[in-house]
């Protein structure tokens, strides 16, 4: 009896710890997401008025434009191209962090992360200033005799890629370090003293351990290159159309809310596919590091 009062008690204070963060959660999230899929559904009128009804006008409007399916496709394609190179650029750094025994390993921690201190506004101007015709990389390369006119770094997806990648490597890393709890240095070392070499150890050994955490950086950078604005805005100028750009323009320039909300919903669908994708592949690696060799 005093057992099921206990795990009562215990139950109730475990659902009053949880209430406030799950109430915030939906006043901060579920009711706009709910705002947003009703407005969706409204009609768009000339002079930014807005028909309440329900209708699928403005999926229809999105779905049926050709230049519509371009911006998916460019989103998508700016996610990819970000999470490859910054997953690519982050690995070797949250590898080297999670197995250095080194003193300051906490200071170099800090150093990887540390660009999080500054505002992703502030470093994609410092981009623009680097990547310009006139800027930093092509007077070098001037200077040095490489090119006479100028490399396009910029206005353009190649600088929107460059600057996402430095601008998420240190959530990369975060996320790889908080992923790398596998990682074993007794199995690298059993697997060294049995004869395999260094790269026979990292890619039998070291790669697969580590798959969950590049996973999770993976969908980290993923999610955040899609629904970008600011760099994609800025270093693009004006030629780089992605989902993010494009719910702004209808939103605050054509005030197409509905079409707007439209857009918003089906960019909230790639990053529910994505997470479904994650989680498939996650479980995937698990059965299969679960499975007897």
Known sequence: MAAGTTERTGGRVALGLLLPGVLALVATY?????WVLRMSLNEGRSGGAI???VTADSFAKVLGDGFYWKVIGSTVQLGVLVTVCAVVLSYPIALFLSQTTS?????????????????SVARTYGWMVILGDQGVVNGTLRDLGLISGSVPLANNLTGVV???TEIFMPYAVLAMLSGFGRLSGELEHAAASLGANRWRVFWR???PLSL?????????????????????ALIGGGRVFVLATEIYDEATVQLNWPVAAALSVLLLVLFSTIVLVYQRANRALEAQSGRPS
Do not use: D, K, M
């Open 212 to 232: 969950p955490g590049v996973l999770t950086a993976a969908l980290l950078v993923f999610v955040l290159a899609i629904s970008a604005y600011v760099t994609p």
């Open 30 to 34: 579920g009711l706009p997401l709910v």
């Open 51 to 53: 028909q309440q009804t």
């Open 162 to 164: 460059i600057a996402l």
């Open 205 to 207: 050994v070291t790669l």
């Open 103 to 119: 003193r300051w390993r906490g200071v170099l921690v800090a150093l990887a992360v540390a660009p999080l201190l500054t505002s």
